[in-house]
């Protein structure tokens, strides 16, 4: 029997066209030395894009897969700030790696909401057993996340989003997410205008994971910081002040640049600070991100 409060049905209300969503695949050393790795690899994106279609009428396209070397010993959060600096997107809308046997914990998958690079991590000790860790379920919430999901509350246990499979999501990220669909990924947050915000924010009020900052408000700071970076001050500080606005409980918002410059060291943009990680929801980042 499905959780309270999700919705295994979706295919209500479905926008008529389809929504291409291209990827640029990229497959590190240690997955592709595994056997049949790209037939796989294309199978897993194939079976979430079939989700993504019956439920929001989006599909994930290969636009290519292109083949990285990380080497041995990596941080996961090294992972996707290099995976981000070394591989360019090109004409796709997403980047999404596929890592093997390199999760930290129970951190399956990173990226930030929003965005437009994520990680998959597989063969870990359990993505075997669990069906929340399999490389479906954590490419899938990580393109949610993509597409503005976040970790729901208690009422969302058993959506993909906390703790489910691929194929469930729960109430408030299925609005979420048919909100955004029709999102421009190279614009990233700055291209989710006011509407569409004050509509996410109204979501994400029914309740959330309550152990993480707004990661809206994350994201918009980002945005921010890395426009500080590029010498855009006036620009930056008015989405870090609309940040700190949206979440002015959270110190950490208003003060986005501590988590980056706690030792003094200048600002850095988000690959450095705001990861979101982990494909079961609900636990925290290692960063101020969310995880
Ligand atoms: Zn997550």
């Not at 079939?50 to 009428?57: G, K, P, T």
């Not at 390199?102 to 399956?108: K, Q, V």
């Not at 003060?255 to 609900?282: D, E, L, N, Q, V």
Request: net charge neutral; hydrophobic share 40%; proline share 5%.
């Amino acid at each position: 029997m499905p959780a309270v409060g999700l919705c295994p049905e979706p295919a209500r209300a479905q926008p008529a066209d389809v929504r291409v969503l291209t990827l640029r695949i990229v497959a590190e050393e240690m997955y592709r030395a595994r056997p049949g790795w790209e037939a796989e690899l294309r199978r897993t994106v194939k079976t979430v894009s079939d989700i993504y279609e019956r439920a929001f009428q989006i599909r994930f396209v290969i636009q290519d897969v292109v083949s990285w070397t990380i080497g041995p010993g990596v941080p996961l959060d090294t992972i996707l700030r290099r995976l981000h600096g070394e591989v360019p997107i090109g004409s796709a809308d997403a980047l999404v790696g596929f890592a093997a046997e390199r999760c930290e914990g129970l951190n399956y998958g990173v990226t930030q909401l929003f965005g437009r690079v994520a990680m998959v991590q597989t063969a870990c000790l359990d993505t075997a057993i669990l069906s929340n860790t399999t490389a479906e379920a954590v490419l899938s919430h990580e393109m949610a996340h993509l597409f503005g999901a976040f970790h729901p509350g208690p009422s969302g246990a058993g959506s993909v989003m906390r703790y489910g499979p691929a194929d469930r999501f729960d109430g408030q990220n299925l609005r979420i997410i048919r909100l955004m669909r029709a999102r421009d990924f190279a614009a990233g947050v700055q291209g989710v205008d006011a509407a569409q915000r004050r509509a996410w924010m109204a979501v994400y009020a029914e309740g959330h994971a309550s152990d993480e900052p707004n990661p809206l408000a994350g994201a918009i700071a980002n945005a921010g910081e890395a426009l500080v970076v590029a010498g855009k001050e006036r620009e930056g500080e008015g989405l870090l002040q609309e940040a700190a606005a949206l979440d002015p409980k959270s110190a950490r918002t208003h003060t986005s640049a501590s988590c980056c410059s706690s030792s003094g060291a200048r600002r850095r943009p988000w690959s450095s600070c705001a990861t979101c990680s982990g494909s079961t929801g609900a636990r925290r980042a290692r960063t101020w991100g969310w995880g």
